[in-house]
């Protein structure tokens, strides 16, 4: 790592440590220039753009692992990683020791990746030429490429994290791109350019608008049109620029500047002739790229230290700490309750691997909410969770999903949220909303609810309150994947464990069938490779029995069984198998007469990842855009990445495997179908993906994801994502200018709507929050099959608009009476830059110090809500026929 006391200035960009240039050297590329892995189906042995950026990190990141000594293990060497295949599971098996998974650091690497890969598909950066180093706009690109960058270092030091790697993703796609794009690599240079990551430092030698820098080409492949000159340039793209007589285009074959004199091009994107005219010189620009990305990794890691880049990339195998409580005279005990399991965690968990890397709370009453309080210090977290007493009253509907959207805006992704309440929520109207920002930000909630009608002092109720008044908690932890716990004070502790032991990363395992049938059994599988199994029966059961697959049975009795351990904590079940559990099909049966829960759960190294995407087949960088949730009627692919198989074991041993994944309907269970899966790249990486036809996307709504497989001696392998998915009815693209504002600016976002399947009539409402003015000219719309609609937002942001505060705007589509089906939401997230902010990338931080911004410490008090938000109503709207030509994240 460049040293931290040392100038940027006067810093060399050439010098790399000596362990990532021996890795450098040692490990093969594993695959673009073009967007991702399944780019390479239109050009075979290619890199990547997402190749490029999980090399540099894993770089870097083993590089942050040799330097610091691991927790209570020995000294990683480097000479036990030369000639391997890097990989994240080996690299966390080594760190954190067997068993640490690498599930969020994974998912984090996966984040950068895809807003890497967007540049090529949004519709606000695909044909940008800064944003790609085309049309001899270098100096341009190298400005956009360092605002970029400064952009991730401010969100990464205000803790928004997603957002710091949407544009870390930005700033790599362009930096690599300068590598394929620019002719760097035809003058002979043999390392990255010394001054593009260094605003201090002008790019010399540039060719002007009247040097002729390019001879005519004909052939696919143009290895010699390049003039002898030795100056640096880059290809023209289509028509906007036009090409000047003389100059090089980018070449391929869709590329229409190409066919006007000189014709041909320079790009070295891919191993295709057919996309890149200098597709011989791809491996030479693809190792330039990887040593510029390492060293714009490393870069951030000399800025932000190693905490702070360790939070950026979320390499820790432990989750965060996320609190949502209500604050009202009678949650007196519940508060208590999360304060000892919030100081058990932190006293038990401190300084080893597994301590909380974040901590989010959010109190809530009536009619406020918020602030939220974020920190990474446990310390801080405790004394601001300490001085939450239970005062005042209201009556019984309190701002629940308010808080709780507040809480998912602020957590990081794959995490846990546990909400405190003994009464129902007071803005419903939120529920739909917070499901699918859960799925969006992939976080399972809990209700721990403690309702007692009995109970009366310390609560006021202005009515009575239906029996359904806590139907929008259960639709919101069905959704998450998560549950809602109902108990009383006496035992509130008791069930608040639950909070310790969802943080262990546990995997929930399929039930068949999903919910309890009267007088039929509840199936699921245990394999070798799970452990600390545990069934949680709650809500008024008669009576249960557990039987293992050699048929031994234990009841409902508390104490130790035959089969494990019982604690019953009034109407909540908790019994924990003994290790090792009996592999092969287990059965639980239940006799109650209301809907009794049942979840089983266990601790894994094998489990996996997963998201969407659109096939781009026709354009001039063929790859997979991801989405948020499929579409209905639209084809998509689904795209696994398996966690935990690594490349443990002796060579030529079998791997576990997954052969298909299985769609069922939510909650019925009812399958809809199963669709094989076909490995992506090399089998240790765990890269699957399955194609996902339109018909059996054709019902909107949610359903659940199952993975069906082996284990390495032929016995089954059955898993679960951890949440529900959602067939959405219509594709909703919400997309601005890179994500940061300043006091007193506005910003213009555009909209699309398209739907795939039927004739809709739609209606939009657009809040954001907070509640700064917005207006918009659209405001509902009919669609016809494969038509689009589009619209423009205004955002303003008031003078008094608070530094390093989030803004997100938030569209809601919904069907008319005809066009019934769930919402479609998309989110959009902005980070308001304080004034006079200094430039990050010429302040560097000091590791083992706090991680500061120049506005906000690393805890922060931001975004006090109360009931209410924009909403925009305006009677103009526009459709256009046709087949959409670009599909767009609905949540970028």
Known sequence: MLPADVPLSHQNPLVLPLPLLLLLQLLPPTASFFPNIWSLLAAPGSVTHQDLTEEAALNVTLQLFLEQLPPGRPPLRLEDFLGRTLLADDLFAAYFGPGFPSRRFRAALGEVSRAN????????????????????????????????LREALVAARALEHTLARQRLGAALHALQDFYSHSNWVELGQQQPHPHLLWPRQELQSLAQVDDPTCSDCEELSCPGNLLGFTLLTSGYFGTHPSKPPGKCSHGGRFDRSSSQPPRGGINKDSTSPGFSPHHTLHLQAAKLALQASIQAFSLLRNRLGDRGFSRLLDISPASSLSFVLDTTGSMGEEI???????????????????????????????????????????????????????????????????????????????????VFTDASPKDAMLTSRVESLTQERRCRVTFLVTEDPSRVQGRARREVLSPLRFEPYEAVALASGGEVIFTKDQHIQDVAAIVGDSMADLVTLPLEPPLVVSGRPLV???????????????????????????????????????????????????????????????????TAEGTPRVRVQAQTTLDFLFYFGIPMEDGPHPGLYPLTQPVAGLQAQLLVE???????????????????????????????????????GPQERGLLAASLPPALLSIVGPFSLEL?????????????????CTVVPVLLELVGSPGFLAPGSKALLSLRI????????????????????????????????????????????????APDSVVTVTVTVTGREASPGPPTHAFLRFLVLGPGLQDPLAAPAHSSGPILTPTSPASTLVTQGRAGGGRVDNPWWGTVGGVLLLLGLASW
């Open 117 to 148: 890969a967007a540049q090529d598909f949004l519709p606000t950066s695909r044909n940008d030429p800064d944003l790609h180093f085309d049309a001899e706009r270098l100096g341009q690109g190298r400005m956009r490429l360092v605002g970029a």
């Open 708 to 724: 069906v497989g082996q284990d390495g001696e032929g016995r089954g392998l059955h898993r679960a994502a951890p949440q529900p």
């Open 524 to 590: 699921f599988s245990v394999d070798a490779l799970l452990q600390k199994v545990t069934v949680r029966i709650h809500r008024e059961v008669s009576s249960f029995w557990i039987r293992n697959p050699a048929g031994v049975s234990q009841g409902q009795e508390e104490g130790e069984g035959p089969l494990g351990h019982t604690c019953r904590f009034g109407q909540f079940w908790i019994v924990t198998l003994n290790d090792p559990p009996q592999t092969g099909t287990w059965e639980i049966q239940v």
């Open 336 to 418: 208590n309750a999360a304060k000892i399991q919030a100081r058990h965690i932190v006293e038990q968990r401190r300084g080893s691997p597994m301590e909380p890397v974040h901590y989010i709370l959010v109190p809530f009453h009536d009619p406020g909410f918020g602030p939220v309080f974020t920190t990474s210090d446990p310390d801080s977290f405790w004394q601001q969770l300490n001085e939450i007493h239970a005062l005042g009253g209201g009556d019984e509907p309190e701002m629940c999903l308010s808080a709780l959207e507040l809480a998912l805006l602020h957590t990081p992704p794959l995490s846990d949220i546990f």
């Open 642 to 680: 398996v966690i935990g198989v690594g490349s443990r074991g002796k060579p030529g041993d079998p791997r576990p495997h997954f052969s298909h994944v299985v769609l069922r309907g939510v909650p019925d269970g009812a399958e809809r179908g199963r669709v094989p899966l076909e490995p992506m």
């Open 754 to 801: 398209t739907s795939f399947s039927g004739p809709q009539d739609l209606d939009l409402r657009i809040s954001v929050s907070p509640s700064f003015p917005l207006t918009s000219n659209l405001s509902r719309v009919r669609l016809e099959p494969n038509e689009s609609a589009w619209g423009g937002l205004w955002l303003e942001v008031p003078d008094s608009a």
